[in-house]
């Protein structure tokens, strides 16, 4: 889980992925991003196969920040979940 960034760390961040000025300044506006080094050790899978991952079609865009990549956790999740469909529709013994 990410942890809980200050207002001020949230808008600023907010700002830098391109968000509207007027929603990041709001309270409410939280983002889920993660370390791609993080969210691959959380997959369990090597850098390597997390960078063949990023080079496919339709994986979610990473926002560097600094000199860091971070990604949406609900977006890596969403494409993660699509990624399953595909292999079990796919899958002619399922």
Excluded: C
């Excluded at 992925?17 to 691959?40: H, N, V």
């Excluded at 063949?52 to 990473?62: D, T």
């Amino acid at each position: 889980m990410a942890k809980q960034k200050s207002t001020k760390a949230v808008t600023n961040l907010a700002t830098r992925a391109g968000a509207p000025a007027r929603l990041a300044k709001q309270q409410s506006y939280s983002i889920d991003l993660i370390m791609g080094a993080r969210l691959a050790r959380l997959l369990g899978i090597s850098a390597v196969t997390f960078w063949r991952w990023r080079q496919m079609e339709g994986f979610p865009a990473g926002l560097r920040i600094r000199n860091h990549v971070y990604f949406s956790q609900a977006d890596v999740q969403g494409w993660l979940r699509q990624q399953q469909r595909v292999t079990v529709k796919g899958d002619r013994y399922a």
